[in-house]
């Protein structure tokens, strides 16, 4: 049974900083790109930042270019992502997501079942 289980959320500043986890188990993630959602209530998922297979490349969205890195272990199945100089509008609950191929979106195969992230102002 493949399980993407993220962990890492909590309650922050602004200003402040916090790094996500998310491991993946109960399959081989060759090939597999890997990223984060987030979903802040009363709108719709939208796309945070994605990492291919290899880690070699890399993909934000604009609003959080500069502040948040992603990064994977392949070793470990594992995602990461290090979100700095939050501000009150990162608040949502982030969800980690596996896709075959290049990209992940909101179709994706495999889905997490979020952490929330809380940044007070």
């Known amino acids: 049974q493949v399980q993407l289980v993220e962990s890492g959320g909590g309650l922050v500043q602004a200003g402040g900083s916090l790094r996500l986890s998310c491991a993946a188990s109960g399959r081989t993630f060759i090939n597999y790109a890997m990223g984060w959602f987030r979903q802040a209530p009363g709108k719709e998922r939208e796309f945070v930042a994605s990492?291919?297979?290899?880690?070699?490349?890399?993909d934000y969205s604009d609003s959080v270019k500069g502040r948040f890195t992603i990064s994977r272990d392949t070793a470990k199945n594992t995602v990461y992502l290090q979100m700095n100089s939050l501000k009150p509008e990162d608040t949502a609950v982030y969800y980690c997501?596996?896709?075959?191929?290049?990209?992940?979106?909101?179709?994706?195969?495999?889905w997490g079942q979020g952490t929330q992230v809380t940044v007070s102002s």
């Open positions: 997501a596996a896709n075959y191929g290049l990209v992940v979106t909101t179709g994706s195969r495999y």
């Open positions: 990492v291919s297979w290899s880690g070699r490349n890399t």
